[in-house]
C-alpha cells in the first residue's frame, strides 16, 4: 500500500508541475497577444483583428497613423520583439511590419515602441522590410537585430543578412555579413546562385559566444556553410565549410 501511495503522489506531482508550465506558457501568449494588440490599435483607427498564428492586423493601411497611405490593402505585425534596444533603460518594442509599402520597400517596415508612464508610445516608423529577423543581446545590456532580407526583381534575387541597431531615429546598419545573388531567373545562368538556404542564430560550441550559421546554395547543387562568431558586440568569420 506505501509503494502504491508513494506512486500515486508522485504521478499526482508530476501532473501538477505539467499543469502549471501549460498554464504559464499559455499566460504568457495570453499577454503577449494582448500587448500586441495594444499597440496594434494604438497606430490603427480601424477594426483590428488576429492572423493565423496570432499577430494582429490592422483592416485597412488607410486608417494606420503610423505613415501616409493610399494603399486598402490590410497592416500586419509579422514579428515582435520585447527588450531594451535603444539604451534608455525603459522597455521597448520593436517590430517587423508587412503590407502598405511599395516593392521598392519589399511590401513592409518596421516600427519602434517605447514605455513612457502607463502609456506605449511610437518612437519610429521606418520604411522597408526587414526579412527574417533574430534578436542580439549586447555586452552593455542593449539589443540589436540580424536580420535576412531576400529581394527579387526582374528575375534577379538578393539575400543579406544585416546586422542592425536601433536608435531612436531608426536603424544603423552596422554591418552586412553576407550577400548573396542568383541571376537564373533573369538570364539562365548558374553562375550566380548563392542564396542562403537556411540560418540559425545559436552557440554552437558552448563557448558562451553566439554563432550566426549559415547555410549557402552553390552552383551544381552544392551547400556551403559559413560560421560568424558574436564576440563583443562584433561578428567575425570563424570558418567556412563546404
Known amino acids: 500500500m506505501k509503494i502504491f501511495s508513494i506512486k500515486n503522489y508522485v504521478w499526482h506531482f508530476l501532473f501538477i508541475i505539467c499543469g502549471l508550465t501549460i498554464s504559464i506558457n499559455a499566460n504568457e501568449s495570453v499577454v503577449y497577444s494582448s500587448l500586441s494588440y495594444d499597440l496594434m490599435k494604438s497606430i490603427c483607427k480601424s477594426k483590428v483583428e488576429f492572423a493565423e498564428g496570432g499577430m494582429p492586423v490592422c483592416t485597412s493601411c488607410l486608417e494606420v497613423s503610423a505613415f501616409r ?52 508610445q511610437r ?26 532580407g531576400e529581394y527579387m526583381n526582374q528575375g534577379y534575387g538578393n539575400d543579406r543578412l544585416v546586422h542592425f541597431r536601433v ?39 558552448g563557448d558562451s559566444y553566439l554563432d550566426v550559421i549559415v547555410f549557402v546554395n552553390q552552383s551544381g547543387e552544392k551547400m556551403k556553410k559559413i560560421i560568424y562568431v558574436y564576440k563583443n558586440g562584433i561578428f567575425y568569420k570563424d570558418e567556412v565549410m563546404d
Do not use: M, P
Open 69 to 120: 497611405s493610399t494603399s486598402t490593402e490590410s497592416f500586419a505585425f509579422e514579428k515582435v520583439f520585447y527588450d531594451d534596444f535603444t539604451g534608455n533603460g525603459t522597455k521597448e518594442v520593436f517590430v517587423v511590419t508587412a503590407g502598405c509599402e511599395s516593392h521598392a520597400d519589399n511590401w513592409g517596415g518596421s516600427i519602434l515602441f517605447r514605455k513612457i508612464g502607463n502609456r506605449w
Open 123 to 148: 518612437v519610429f516608423y521606418r520604411a522597408g522590410h526587414l526579412g527574417k529577423c533574430k534578436k542580439l543581446q549586447t555586452a552593455n545590456g542593449r539589443h540589436e537585430i540580424l536580420c535576412l
Open 167 to 205: 536608435e531612436n531615429r531608426g536603424l544603423i546598419n552596422i554591418e552586412t555579413l553576407y550577400s548573396g545573388e542568383n541571376d537564373e531567373g533573369a538570364f539562365d545562368s548558374k553562375n550566380k546562385n548563392t542564396l542562403v538556404e537556411d540560418w540559425y542564430l545559436k552557440d554552437i560550441n
